[in-house]
């Protein structure tokens, strides 16, 4: 049996189980942990602690969550080409924190 790519195997599919697929990826790209996000975007731990300035085994800290501050972890994403949005989000609705938002308005 001849091999294909992934990619032709895709494209050999109906439409719509490549929609619930493309929708299924999507879902899980939606929320991880902030190590899997860094593994996403094909960075090492190395990568991020150069632009930020800090020793890899401070990223590991940030990744492991243990008392990181809003302004490190705001850091940590831009380093990751990203920026950090916090929500309060009720069931009515999602309201954007804004003091935590560096970026110009």
Not at 50 to 70: A, F, T, Y
């Amino acid at each position: 049996m001849p091999t294909r790519n992934f990619r032709q195997l895709i494209d050999a599919m109906p439409p719509a189980r490549r929609q619930r697929i493309e929708k299924r990826f999507e879902e899980s790209l939606a929320a991880m942990p902030i190590e899997e996000l860094r593994q996403a975007r094909e960075l090492t731990q190395l990568q991020p602690a150069e632009i930020m300035g800090i020793q890899p085994s401070e990223i590991s800290r940030i990744e492991q969550h243990s008392g990181v501050s809003v302004g490190a972890l705001a850091e940590y994403v831009e380093a990751l080409g990203g920026h950090l949005e916090i929500r309060a989000v009720f069931p009515d609705r999602q309201v954007l924190i804004e003091q935590f938002d560096e970026r110009p308005h």
